[in-house]
């Protein structure tokens, strides 16, 4: 999946953000920098990760003022974006109307949570050992 997100401001120079990856990664440190908590992105991604087959998950209104404060109006609408949501009117959405997401945006928004999860650890100060991608919170993988 591709992703091209021109960021004028940074890296230096000016560059064109090619990779999911990369672009999360982008948004990541702005959250860090904006200090806007990923709290309630956190939310709504892992419903959707929880219920991928559900619509109401992957439809979000813009106009809720909860996920327009802690999301929309900070770095989070970048991991939005990068992850394939896409603006439709006064909502914003993921995925087919219809049916589950597919197994690469699954991983893709599973990465993103761990992601997510390790910024809002720095954020509140706490030094822990990140636990490896895709384990559970006692270390075994396949979570």
């Known amino acids: 999946l591709a992703c091209d ?9 000016a560059t064109k953000i090619q990779s999911v990856e990369k672009a999360l990664e982008w948004c990541y440190l702005q959250m860090e920098r904006e200090r806007s908590s990923p709290h309630v992105l956190l939310k709504y991604l892992i419903n959707i990760l929880k219920d991928p087959s ?7 209104r813009t106009s809720n003022k909860r996920f327009w ?10 991991v ?5 949501f896409e603006e439709k009117g006064a909502y914003v959405e993921i995925g087919p109307a219809s049916g589950a997401l597919s197994t690469e945006r699954l991983k893709q928004i599973s990465k993103a949570i761990h992601g997510l999860k390790g910024v809002q650890a720095r954020m509140d100060g706490i030094d822990v050992k990140q636990q490896p991608e895709g384990a559970d ?3 075994r993988a396949g979570y």
């Open 5 to 13: 997100i021109v960021d004028p401001i940074f890296p230096f120079p």
């Open 69 to 78: 404060n802690g999301v929309w109006i900070t770095a989070g609408r970048g």
């Open 80 to 84: 939005m974006h990068a992850l394939g």
């Open 54 to 60: 559900e619509p109401k998950y992957r439809q979000i």
């Open 137 to 139: 919170r006692y270390g």
